[in-house]
Structure formats: C-alpha cells, structure tokens
C-alpha cells in the first residue's frame, strides 16, 4: 500500500527566502508525482506534474524534482511571498491504479 | 467559468438523513473522481469514474453511492448519515487516468 509523506508539517518563514518542502513514497511503481496547492476553504490547485519518466518540472518560481528510486521529491521555492502561503500537498499517482495518494501536506506561512 | 463546480459548499443535516451533492465539470473530462478530506485534512480517494466504468475503494461505507447521468456530472449520494461522515468532500476530474486532476471547491459536510 503506498503512503506518501510530507516533511515538514509547517513551516514559517520571512518574505524573500528560498524553502524547500519534501515529500517521501513508499512504493516507487507510480505513474507521476503532482504537487498541489490548498488555500483555506478552497480546492485543489495543481502547481506541478512530474512524470515518472523525469527528473525535474519548472513553473515560475516553483521548481519540483522527482528521484522515484529512492521515493522522494522536493518542491523548492524561490524569493517566497506572503502570497505564496498556503498548504502545499504532494500526491502520486499509481501505476496501473492511476488513483492519487495523498500526503497530509505543509502547511506553508510567509511572513511579511 | 468554474471548471469544477459542486454544490452545495456547505451541507448540515441530523444523523440518519440521506443527502447528496452534485459535481458537474464543463471541461470535456472523461474520468471524474471523489475525495474524502477528514478533521485532520487527510486527502483520501473514495471512488473514481472512468467512461462508464466505477472503480470502487473498498474502505468506502455502502452507504456512499456515486452516481453518473452523463460524462459531466457525477453525483454522491450518502444514505443513513452518521457521525464520522462530517469532512470536506472534494469532486476532481481529468481528461483520462493519471492526467492532472482538476478540483471543485469541496463541500464542506456537518453532522449534527
């Protein structure tokens, strides 16, 4: 059974610095590896999609890396603005299944 | 033009009612999806639904039951609600499996 895992649980931090969330998987069979963003009272945001085949994706100031043979990914974020607080979930999507499994995110504050 | 849309976003009703919330997505998706979203903003698959194809998660209650008009909606309807039904549910779409997987923005359940 595959469980995803996001270190760590919060984070806070001034605006302009560059931070880096972390997500872990058990089972590296997976089809891609998405990051999402939530705002409070909000949906989902899809910022990233890695395929299982690459390394790395670029948006922006948002760069995720993907090294499914040790089951790990990092979203980094450059010149953090408050805006950019939010909770940050990473999810995989299984090969074959194609379901999402979830992390229970990071909870992200920048701080003025 | 909301992608996603569910309604309603908030639902609160007594124990033992039957409910349901509607999901429509205007994006010409052929795979639609609902999510569970609990207390501690754990995000967990309850049901996906691929061209006319149910593929059921077994750790889901009976008492939930998807239902699909057409390509574009895809309904939950919940029977005898109890108590641990209180969450956010979240109604998700993709052009086909394993493609990135637009959200509504969750109906927010209470169980009195």
């Known amino acids: 059974k595959q469980e995803v895992t996001q270190i760590p649980a919060a984070l806070s931090v001034p605006e302009g610095e560059n931070l880096v969330l972390n997500c872990s998987f058990t089972?590296?069979?997976?089809?891609?590896l998405q990051w999402f963003r939530q705002d409070p009272g909000k949906g989902l945001t899809s910022l990233l999609l890695?395929?299982?085949?690459?390394r790395e994706q670029t948006s922006g100031r948002l760069n995720a890396s993907l090294d499914k043979s040790s089951g790990r990914s990092t979203l980094y974020i450059a010149a953090s603005q408050p805006g950019d607080s939010a909770t940050y979930l990473c999810?995989?999507?299984?090969?074959?299944?194609?379901?999402?499994?979830f992390g229970k995110g990071t909870k992200l504050s920048v701080i003025p | 033009d909301t992608a996603v849309s569910q309604t309603p976003k908030y639902l609160v009703t007594q124990m033992g009612n039957d409910k349901s919330i509607k999901c429509e997505q205007n994006?010409?998706?052929?795979?639609m999806y609902w999510y569970k979203q609990d207390s501690k903003k754990f995000l967990k698959i309850m049901f996906s639904?691929?061209?006319?194809?149910?593929?059921i998660n077994e750790t889901v209650p009976n008492r939930f039951s998807p239902k699909s008009p057409d390509k574009a909606h895809l309904n939950l309807h919940i029977n005898s609600l109890e108590l641990g039904d209180s969450a956010v549910y979240f109604c998700?779409?993709?052009?086909?499996?394993?493609?990135?997987?637009?959200f509504g923005d969750g109906t927010r359940l209470s169980i009195l």
């Open positions: 998700a779409s993709s052009q086909d499996n394993g493609q990135p997987q637009h």
């Open positions: 089972d590296s069979a997976i089809y891609n």
């Open positions: 890695i395929q299982s085949s690459q």
């Open positions: 999810a995989v999507t299984g090969a074959g299944s194609y379901q999402l499994t």
């Open positions: 994006l010409g998706h052929d795979t």
């Open positions: 639904y691929n061209n006319k194809e149910l593929i």
